[in-house]
């Protein structure tokens, strides 16, 4: 799917290359990262494959599995298995890590002189002026390539980018389905007949005692699978539970509820289309073997059970197989985040493989696991990186290596059963081929078009191509339609070491202001051979930014609101506080529909006669009205909170608690003093001025009283 086999056979395993690792480290003790020491004994020295960086999380191992493992006894090997690897733990044990530690570590990795930095994290974002997305910048601008995650918010739909991954010149990797999943078989036996099947797993399964298990349904039709604890009584010891995955509970959920009556072992099938993702429960206990199977097995076993009854599953002589992905397999993954950021930058760069990977895991968590995401997606273009390093020396900037990967990359349709091309927003350039990277022989840039939106529509732009082959070559310019395109300079020649100018000019779709369609596509350089073969992707917004609202009314019309802290709910009317301790200190909680780069939360008056666009004049009622802020002076009393760079609240509300202290405009604070209050809530719109108060969205709480008597 990648090249990375191709690239292998030439001999190029990443020799030469160190990677600096960003993750929660790495247990080195590890067979397939230890050197080809015995499980247990670290590596350690300079000739080493790994330095630095120990964790047994997993996240860390696994990521770094995929670039530089070596398993002679399994054979299996990474992506780039010759490279060196350090690593830097940034990450807890609960997968988080504060800005300032990821900035101190991506620092502290170019100062060690790595050749590239791989990130598999990030947190929500939105804007290029995030902390860590300018951190991200610099250090590319330095000279330091940097491969790092899309995220997985596929769900929350468009502009959903992370922090550092929207940083200039980062190479942002989504994910594509892995065609195969590896697993082995296993024979199913009614009292009639039988049949054979494969499960995902890294191992094939161990039992102690008869290798045949008697199945266990809790639910002959799906409904309410395990999702409660079973009743009382009964014991899966020597059962195999099979379940169906819901989306109304969590697989980890149905693991505890069957490990709760003494299960060992459970598979889990696919009851819908979804995609084919493993079934990942880092439950913590010993033992326990989760394994999984795709729609069309698991429910040939249900059928089975109905049918006959007595049905067992005999894992006796396993064989190698794997199962094939029907619904994502060799496409952009649905969980891969969507671009581009509030300013109509693109985010994704590429795509590589990241559903359903095998690799390394902690010794004490089994040694190997499958897991999914663009985290997994992420290292292995790293790997692919060393090998291309490896091949054609250090000397291309960030900016030339993401684009070499981007406009060689092969773009994906949407489904296998709609033969559209993906959206630019979640794919990017496509699936990259390193193989197909390094026989390039042309170069382009930019290797994207940002087209804006329609208000200010940036629809001519220029391309330079460059042959760097030896041959002359023709050029002829096209594109892959998604929006109306108009080209110029087709069909010239372009020898050996030489660059042309090529003009698009794009005509945008017809604006759309309720649905805000992302329209996108790409420009095609053909060559007469197929190494010089190149597409650029373009992408822009059919709407104007400026008039998207910003603050979100949700459809019970509770939010924006003063919530009140003891019933967590949102406050009706008017309600007293002393604010001296947490039980009486109320919360303002609000959520955004857009980004927005610059929100204050500030303390008003009651009396006061302010001016805004939305505000809660009695318990039950909320209106929107087209008068912009007014805030008369002397109105506000200091402010609560102020945010810049806001992403959009796809997930949870912004909070705001309301504590003794107001503070102003210089950081200093003041004791707020009894009396009756408002919060004025200003949200900047996209595009606005913020020294403009008609570039600002408001919303005025119902009052509340502060005494302390």
Not at 244 to 259: G, L, P, S
């Amino acid at each position: 799917m990648t090249g990375i086999d191709k690239v292998h056979a030439d001999g190029n395993l990443g020799q030469g290359i160190v990677i600096g690792l960003l993750d929660d480290g790495v247990d080195y003790t590890h067979h397939a990262l230890n050197g080809g020491l015995k499980d247990g004994v670290p590596c350690l020295g300079p000739s080493c494959p790994i330095s630095g960086g120990e964790g047994d999380w997993g996240h860390g191992t696994h990521t770094a599995g995929t670039i530089i493992a070596d398993d002679k006894i399994r054979g299996f090997t990474g992506g780039s298995p010759r490279a060196q690897l350090k690593a830097y733990r940034v990450l807890d044990c609960e997968g988080n890590a504060p800005d300032d530690i990821v900035a101190a570590a991506m620092q502290r990795a170019s100062f060690d002189g790595v050749d590239l930095i791989s990130m598999s994290l990030g947190r929500s974002s939105g804007w290029r002026e995030s902390f860590l997305d300018i951190v991200s910048k610099r250090i590319t601008d330095a000279g330091m390539p940097i491969v790092t995650s899309s995220g997985n918010d596929g769900g929350a739909g468009a502009f959903c980018t992370y922090a550092p991954a929207g940083g200039e010149g980062v190479h942002t990797v989504g994910s594509v389905g892995n065609l195969h999943i590896p697993g082995f078989t296993a024979t199913v036996k009614t009292k009639s007949s039988s049949f054979t099947f494969v499960y995902a797993a890294v191992n094939p399964v161990s039992l102690n005692g008869s290798q045949s298990l008697p199945v266990f349904l809790n639910s002959l039709t799906g409904v309410d699978d395990t999702c409660a604890p079973l009743k009382k009584g009964i014991s899966l010891e020597h059962s195999i539970p099979v379940i169906a995955i819901r989306d109304d509970c969590y697989t980890k959920d149905q693991a505890n509820n069957v490990i709760a009556a003494n299960a060992n072992i459970a598979l889990w099938y696919i009851d819908s289309s979804s995609p084919l993702l493993t079934v990942y429960v880092d439950i913590g206990i010993p033992g326990f073997q989760p394994l999984i199977t795709d729609e069309r097995s698991g429910k040939r076993i249900v059928e089975a059970v109905k049918a006959e009854g007595d049905v067992t599953i005999d894992f006796s002589n396993p064989e190698a197989s794997y199962i094939e992905d029907n619904v994502e397999g060799g496409f952009t993954a649905s969980y891969s985040s969507y671009g581009p950021d509030w300013e109509v930058n693109s985010y994704v760069g590429s795509t590589g493989v990241g559903s359903n990977i095998l690799s390394t895991f902690p010794l004490s968590k089994g040694g190997y696991a499958i897991i999914s995401g663009t985290s997994m997606s992420t290292p292995l273009t790293a790997s692919a990186y060393a090998l291309y390093m490896s091949a054609k020396g250090k000397k291309e900037t960030p900016a030339q290596l993401r684009s070499v990967f981007a406009t060689t990359a092969t773009p994906l349709y949407y489904s296998p059963a709609v033969k559209v091309l993906d959206t630019v927003a979640q794919q990017g350039g496509g699936l990259w081929n390193v193989a197909r990277a390094i026989a390039s022989t042309s170069r382009v840039w930019p290797d994207r078009l940002n087209l804006n939106d329609t208000e200010f529509f940036n629809g001519t732009q220029k391309l330079t191509v460059t042959n760097v082959g030896p041959s002359p070559q023709t050029i002829h310019v096209g594109h892959m339609p998604a929006g109306t395109v108009y080209t110029r300079g087709a069909g010239e020649w372009n020898d050996g070491g030489q660059s042309k100018t090529v003009t698009v000019t794009f005509k945008a779709p017809k604006s759309n202001q309720e649905t805000m369609p992302l329209f996108s596509g790409y420009i095609t350089f053909k060559y007469n051979e197929d190494s010089g073969n190149l597409n650029v992707p373009y992408l822009g917004v059919a709407a104007k930014m400026s008039e998207l609202p910003v603050i979100s009314k949700n459809a019970e019309d509770s939010l924006p609101a003063i919530v009140d802290p003891t019933s967590q709910g949102p406050v009706k009317g008017s309600a007293t506080y002393n604010l001296r301790t947490e039980d009486q200190q109320p919360i303002f909680q609000y959520a955004l529909k857009a980004g927005s780069a610059l929100a204050t939360v500030d303390l008003v008056y009651a009396h006061s006669t302010t001016a805004t666009s939305f505000r809660r004049d009695s318990a039950q009622s909320s209106h929107l009205n087209n008068s912009a802020v007014d805030v008369p002076a002397g109105a506000i009393v200091g402010n609560l909170d102020t945010e810049a760079w806001i992403p959009r609240s796809y997930d949870q509300p912004m909070t705001v608690t309301i504590t003794e202290k107001i503070y102003d405009d210089r950081g200093g604070s003041k004791t707020i003093q009894d009396g009756e209050y408002r919060v004025l809530l200003r949200v900047l719109k996209l595009r606005g001025n913020p020294n403009d108060p008609k570039d600002f969205e408001s919303f005025l709480s119902n009052k509340f009283v502060v005494k302390r008597k």
